[in-house]
């Protein structure tokens, strides 16, 4: 379980313990697509503009677009420190945090940082070990990686092949991280149609994982349907190089949502993308593909359905879920576009590419989702900007306040507030302008989540970003110290 400490700061502090339990596959600027970009062609915003020095402006004005580079932000956001990727022709992916660490996946590795002080963090190693898209987790001593590439072998020299190939790898890899500067590759796990992301599921002696994968080729041999479950990998915490796959349960037996051209514009569910749990409750949410789904997981090796819904007018590809403090609602992200597509713009709209907020109503086997409304950022990007909804974390606020941090890729980072589910509104962000002007390239802000007081950014092209939120809607989360966030398995924040 990750354990939280809440703190009222005035001579000293008092802490009081309480328990508590992707980019694109080819440039879509419409429809669904898979979240896996080419590292091999990164566009504008790597290589020598990954150093230039950004002009930082104030709040945007409506309608208004920041210049290339620039960096805007609101009144109430700050960025208090920056640090270049390690790698500058890497895209950066997912965070996990454990004590005084950030641990920053990319695609041909990852990167530890201290982050003890916030204004200066600094590197402690990087571990070079590709296979896209590298979605990372964290608990002990213990680090996981998923790959979702493939790759000629399980090792950290591998080199990327066809996936007709019969020697294809992909799946998760496992590190010891005790000596942070130098973190062992200790074990692998081969998984169906390998592991484009994960989500870490405590159990007593036990960790589990439960492996989301999915093709939008199905020529893939381990992808072809039906691929309509999800892996669940077993970690015993004392004999982690015992870790197995012991079950594959099955989540659309009647194959999901068959996408276009029944459904036009949608995906065709051949899987899950994310899934967020949160073990206090024994719940999780799955966003797959074409479908959302609600289920129980009291028996951590048996998930079981609830509820699921679909929205076949205006969610393409669903991305990933974030429940809010009560567990009466769940925030859906729509990754149109694959997270390559310029959708952030005038001519997409606001209800597309955007969140879907949904209640969750009844009770035992009896819950349902209910839709309440979409949030979009209210800025409009240029034509030249990656941007679409994507991975965020709620903000520890309390007191029925519902506000979450959300990445958009090149429409930054965006800090909401969803406490009346049918009215949604944003009360801070931060951006950069366009990385080109001329044509459009991956950047942007990858993950947005808050921890122990601060906003990490990881930007695919600009590296690791602090941002500190002043805002008395969130002065309450200052409070709160964590000591383990992995986002996708949601700590109990009451």
């Known amino acids: 379980m990750t354990s939280l400490h809440t703190r009222r700061v005035r001579n000293r502090r008092v802490g009081v313990a309480v328990a508590a339990a992707g980019l694109l596959t080819t440039l879509l600027t419409a429809g669904p697509a898979a979240a896996t970009p080419d590292p091999g062609d990164l566009g504008p915003g790597h290589g020598n503009q990954q150093n230039a020095g950004p002009v930082e402006g104030g709040e945007l004005a409506p309608g208004d677009i920041p210049g290339q580079d620039e960096i805007v932000h609101s009144r109430n956001i700050k960025v208090v420190a920056n640090i270049p990727s390690s790698d500058p022709t890497a895209v950066n992916s997912d965070l996990a945090f454990q004590g005084r660490y950030a641990y920053a996946g990319n695609y041909n590795g990852f990167t530890i940082y201290d982050i003890a002080n916030p204004k200066a963090p600094k590197t402690v190693s990087h571990v070079l070990c590709p296979g896209g898209q590298n979605d990372i987790s964290v608990y002990g001593d213990l680090l996981f990686l998923s790959t979702d590439s493939s790759r000629s072998d399980d090792s950290c020299s591998s080199v990327s092949q066809p996936a007709t190939e019969k020697s294809s790898w992909e799946g998760i890899k496992i590190f010891d991280i005790k000596d942070k500067k130098n ?167 606001p209800h597309r590419g955007a969140d879907g907020i949904y209640d969750i109503t009844g009770r035992g086997d009896q819950r349902k989702l209910a839709f309440r409304s979409y949030f979009k950022i209210p800025r409009h990007q240029a034509d030249t900007e990656n941007c679409v909804a994507h991975n965020g974390s709620l903000i520890p606020v309390g007191g029925g306040r519902d506000i979450m941090v959300q990445a958009w890729y090149q429409g930054g980072v965006s800090v909401w507030e969803f406490t009346d589910s049918a009215r949604p509104r944003e009360i801070a962000y931060f951006e950069r302008g366009p990385l080109s002007t001329d044509r459009i390239g991956l950047g942007g802000s990858w993950s947005a989540y808050y921890y122990n007081g601060h906003i990490y950014s990881n930007d695919i092209a600009k590296g690791l970003d602090v941002l500190r939120l002043d805002d008395w809607r969130t002065e309450s989360a200052k409070w709160v110290w964590m000591d383990r966030l992995n986002v996708q398995s949601q700590p109990d924040y009451r």
Not at 241 to 252: C, D, G, R, Y
Not at 256 to 277: A, L, R
């Open 183 to 349: 973190p062992k590759y200790i074990k692998s796990v081969e998984t169906a149609c390998g592991s484009h992301t994960h989500t870490l599921v405590p159990d007593g002696r036990d960790i589990y994982l439960y492996v989301a994968s999915y093709s939008p080729n199905e020529a893939f041999p381990d992808c072809k349907p039906p691929h309509d479950g999800i892996s669940v990998v077993k970690v015993p915490k004392k004999a982690p190089t015992n870790a197995a796959v012991v079950a594959f349960p099955i989540l659309f037996p009647d194959g999901g949502n068959p996408g276009g051209p029944t459904n036009p514009g949608v995906s065709k569910t051949t899987g899950c993308h994310d899934i967020t749990v949160l073990p206090s409750r024994k719940l999780a949410a799955g966003a797959c593909m074409g479908d959302g789904i609600l289920f129980d997981i009291s028996r951590p090796e048996q998930p079981r359905v609830i509820d699921r819904v679909q929205d076949n007018v205006n969610f393409a590809f669903w991305h990933s879920a974030t429940f809010n403090e009560r567990a009466d609602k769940v925030v859906f992200t729509d990754e149109l576009g694959g997270g390559g597509g310029a959708t952030c713009n005038e001519a997409t709209g």
